[in-house]
T-cell receptor
Framework: DAGVTQSPTHLIKTRGQQVTLRCSPK?????VSWYQQALGQGPQFIFQ???????QRGNFPDRFSGHQFPNYSSELNVNALLLGDSALYLC????????????FGPGTRLTVL | GENVEQHPSTLSVQEGDSAVIKCTYS??????FPWYKQELGKRPQLIID?????GEKKDQRIAVTLNKTAKHFSLHITETQPEDSAVYFC???????????FGTGTRLKVLA
C-alpha cells in the first residue's frame, strides 16, 4: 500500500521564479492538503483539494495556487518566489473531506536564493 | 483567530523517565486532536490521536489526555527510549473545516 509521495525532494530557485510541486495521495484517499513548514516551526495550512476543487484556504497570498487531477494527485504552484518562501512543503492526504486523519508525505525542500 | 499553543519548546529527559507535552487550543469547536512525531529530515508521522468524545487514549507507552473544558490536551510518553528523540507536534481540527492548526513543536531529547 503506497503512502503519500511527493516530488521533487529538493528544489533550488531564484527570486521571481515559479515552481510546481507534486503530490500523490495514499492509496484510497481522495483529499489532499498542502502545508508550509518553515525551519523550526509547525506546518502552516495552505489549502485543501477535494473533488478537484479548493475547499478552504489558509492565510497565503494568491501567488500560491493549486490543482487536483481526476486521479486525486495534486500540484502546488508558487509564482514570483520570495526568499521567505524557502521552506519544507508538505502534502497530506485523507479519506474524503470528512476524514479527520491526515497522512503526510516526505515533503519537498524549497530553497529560494 | 484559531491558535494552538504548545509547551515546552524543548524537553530533555533521562532514558526511562516520562515526558509530558502540553497543548492549548483556542477554537471551542475543535473536536479532533492528532499528535505527530517528526524526526530530522523526515515526514511527520501520526503517533496517536483523540476525539472530543473521549477523555483519554493509550497506545503502549504513549497516551493522550483531553480536557475540553480547559481546552487542553497532553501527550504522555512513559519509559522513554533514545529513539523517542524527535520533534513532536500537536494539532487541532474541526470536522468539515479541512485544516489542522499545528502547535510550534517540542524538541524531545532522551539522554541515554
Amino acid at each position: 500500500d503506497a503512502g503519500v509521495t511527493q516530488s521533487p525532494t529538493h528544489l533550488i530557485k531564484t527570486r521571481g521564479q515559479q515552481v510546481t510541486l507534486r503530490c500523490s495521495p495514499k492509496s484510497g484517499h481522495d483529499t489532499v492538503s498542502w502545508y508550509q513548514q518553515a525551519l523550526g516551526q509547525g506546518p502552516q495550512f495552505i489549502f485543501q483539494y477535494y473533488e478537484e476543487e479548493e475547499r478552504q484556504r489558509g492565510n497565503f497570498p494568491d501567488r500560491f495556487s493549486g490543482h487536483q487531477f481526476p486521479n486525486y494527485s495534486s500540484e502546488l504552484n508558487v509564482n514570483a518566489l520570495l526568499l521567505g518562501d524557502s521552506a519544507l512543503y508538505l502534502c497530506a492526504s485523507s479519506l474524503d473531506w470528512k476524514g479527520d486523519t491526515q497522512y503526510f508525505g516526505p515533503g519537498t525542500r524549497l530553497t529560494v536564493l | 483567530g484559531e491558535n494552538v499553543e504548545q509547551h515546552p519548546s524543548t524537553l530533555s529527559v533521562q532514558e526511562g523517565d516520562s515526558a509530558v507535552i502540553k497543548c492549548t487550543y483556542s477554537d471551542s469547536a475543535s473536536n479532533y486532536f492528532p499528535w505527530y512525531k517528526q524526526e530530522l529530515g523526515k515526514r511527520p508521522q501520526l503517533i496517536i490521536d483523540i476525539r472530543s468524545n473521549v477523555g483519554e487514549k493509550k497506545d503502549q507507552r504513549i497516551a493522550v489526555t483531553l480536557n475540553k473544558t480547559a481546552k487542553h490536551f497532553s501527550l504522555h510518553i512513559t519509559e522513554t527510549q533514545p529513539e523517542d528523540s524527535a520533534v513532536y507536534f500537536c494539532a487541532a481540527s474541526t470536522t468539515g473545516t479541512y485544516k489542522y492548526i499545528f502547535g510550534t513543536g517540542t524538541r524531545l531529547k532522551v539522554l541515554a
